[in-house]
């Protein structure tokens, strides 16, 4: 089993940073994929951007050049930094650990990021 803790989220304006965290209950980076996805209302979860447990990297067309993901191994703690925030960014940001070739994955609880002046 592994928990998920995400922290970082909250209003900003737009054109604003946010640096959302996500911190696992143990070591997992060298084999689960991390990503951090996104749910607004009314729409269904879209991911935003995984790390692989090489560090391959990848992000949806909506945010690529604005937002990093990156990871801490000392600190089992994934990041993503998130820049020039536009009010269609909005949105619950879910962490997610999926192991892969197999069905198992955790969720963190969600942290809300609201873009508005």
């Known amino acids: 089993q592994v928990q998920l803790v995400e922290s970082g989220g909250g209003l900003v304006q737009p054109g604003g940073s946010l640096r959302l965290s996500c911190a696992a209950s143990?070591?997992?980076?060298?084999?689960?994929?991390m990503g951090w996805y996104r749910q607004a209302p009314g729409k269904q979860r879209e991911l935003v951007a995984a790390?692989?447990?090489?560090?391959?990297?990848n992000y949806a067309d909506s945010v690529k050049g604005r937002f990093t993901i990156s990871r801490d191994n000392a600190k089992n703690t994934v990041y993503l930094q998130m820049n020039n925030l536009k009010p269609e960014d909005t949105a619950v940001y879910y962490c997610?650990?999926?192991?892969?070739?197999?069905?198992?994955?955790?969720w963190g609880q969600g942290t809300q990021v609201t873009v508005s002046s």
């Open positions: 997610n650990a999926a192991l892969p070739v197999s069905t198992i994955n955790y």
């Open positions: 143990r070591n997992i980076f060298g084999i689960y994929v």
């Open positions: 790390v692989t447990s090489i560090g391959i990297t």
